[in-house]
């Protein structure tokens, strides 16, 4: 069965800080995709990346970074010099074939990480 | 603008009174689902549909029915509600229902049931 385990429930940062959002997953395929989603205060759910389970590249974009490690089954997400609207709560979510309707996705999300970045 | 639209965004209702959520996407996407977002269990799939006429359930189906009649429309249904079913409700949609397909979220509907 696929989990993902989010340990941070809460986080505060002074603003400018680096902060990192752990994520670990547990998956028995081999093939699979890794993903996070931003829920600001305003509610909604935004896309911010997705990995595959063959690419272990870390990946920049801005202030945000992600570094995939299959060996110890983590996609861990860091925000280097934070800003307050950075202040959300943060997803982690593993996507795979589901084993019973034909290959149509499967997706765990994790407990979320809510993230308060202090000015 | 391509989105998922959800209504109604905010519901206080009363235990047992039938109500029903609907979603619609203007992006001509195949697969849809329902989530819910509790606090400390993050988001749960309660059903999901493949395509028109083909839905399944979700990890957390019991107590909710859905139906697609038409690609663009999925909407979730609460025969008789009940308190438990209190919850932040999002629908959600990709072009396919592949793996490597991220979700497109409405903008969620929270939900009282008294």
């Known amino acids: 069965a696929q989990k993902v385990t989010q340990a941070q429930t809460e986080i505060s940062v002074v603003e400018k800080e680096d902060v990192t959002l752990d994520c670990v997953y547990e998956?028995?395929?081999?093939?699979?995709?890794l993903f996070w989603y931003k829920q600001p205060p305003s509610g909604e759910l935004v896309f911010l990346i997705r990995?595959?389970?063959?690419?272990?590249q870390n990946e920049i974009s801005g202030r945000y970074s992600w570094n995939f490690q299959k060996s110890t089954s983590s996609f861990n997400f860091t925000i280097t010099a934070s800003q307050v609207v950075d202040s959300a709560v943060y997803f982690c979510?593993?996507?795979?074939?589901?084993?019973?309707?034909?290959?149509?996705?499967?997706?765990?999300f994790g407990t979320g990480t809510k993230l308060q970045v202090i000015p | 603008e391509a989105q998922v639209t959800q209504n109604p965004r905010y519901l206080i209702t009363v235990t047992g009174k039938k109500l029903t959520v609907t979603c619609s996407q203007n992006?001509?996407?195949?697969?849809m689902s329902w989530y819910r977002q509790d606090p400390g269990l993050g988001l749960r799939q309660i059903y999901y549909?493949?395509?028109?006429?083909?839905?399944d359930k979700g990890d957390v189906p019991e107590g909710y029915k859905v139906s697609r009649k038409e690609k663009r429309n999925f909407p979730l249904i609460l025969e008789s509600p009940s308190p438990n079913q209190t919850s932040l409700y999002f629908c959600?949609?990709?072009?396919?229902?592949?793996?490597?397909?991220?979700?497109?979220f409405g903008d969620g509907t929270r939900l009282s049931i008294l």
């Open positions: 979510a593993l996507s795979e074939p589901h084993d019973f309707s034909g290959g149509y996705q499967k997706v765990t």
């Open positions: 959600a949609s990709n072009p396919s229902g592949q793996s490597n397909q991220p979700q497109h």
């Open positions: 549909s493949m395509n028109v006429e083909v839905t």
């Open positions: 992006m001509n996407h195949e697969y």
């Open positions: 990995r595959n389970s063959f690419d272990e």
């Open positions: 998956t028995r395929d081999t093939t699979y995709y």
